[in-house]
């Protein structure tokens, strides 16, 4: 009966240790971090319009020293592509349970670029 009762008891001891809720976090201290992505895209339908500042043809605008402007309109085709990154680092600090404090500073930076032909 003892040993049965000693079975129960540590069962019992080691289920509710178990469930035992976790202890709180931490919110205290340096963190950093990096990301890492990129993008690409194509259009064949970009409707261009405007006007060349350097353009010799014959145009809408005279410009001094004898430049003219010509009005130019079409539909090009748009390639974009490229990488975007980046990284961040801080300091938070734990003040209370429900409140933490910190500071932090990131750094980010894209290759996206493009061309086109119409």
């Known amino acids: ?10 069962i019992a001891w080691t289920a509710t240790s178990a469930f035992a809720a976790p202890p709180p976090p ?6 950093a971090g990096v990301n890492l992505g990129g993008g690409a ?8 319009t405007g006007y060349s500042t350097f353009d010799w043809a014959a145009g809408v605008y005279n ?8 009005y130019r309109n ?8 490229g990488v975007v990154g980046g990284g961040q680092f801080g300091y938070n ?3 209370s349970p429900n409140v933490v ?7 980010q930076g894209s290759g996206i670029s493009g061309n086109g032909a119409s």
Do not use: C, H
């Open 101 to 107: 404090l910190g500071v932090e500073t990131d750094f």
């Open 41 to 48: 895209n194509t259009s064949t339908s970009v409707t261009t």
């Open 74 to 81: 079409g539909v090009a085709k748009v390639g974009q592509a």
């Open 1 to 10: 009966m003892k040993r049965r009762l000693a079975t129960i008891a540590a």
């Open 26 to 31: 931490i919110w205290t201290g340096f963190y």
């Open 63 to 70: 410009l001094p020293f004898g430049w003219v402007s010509g």
């Open 93 to 95: 600090f734990q003040v």
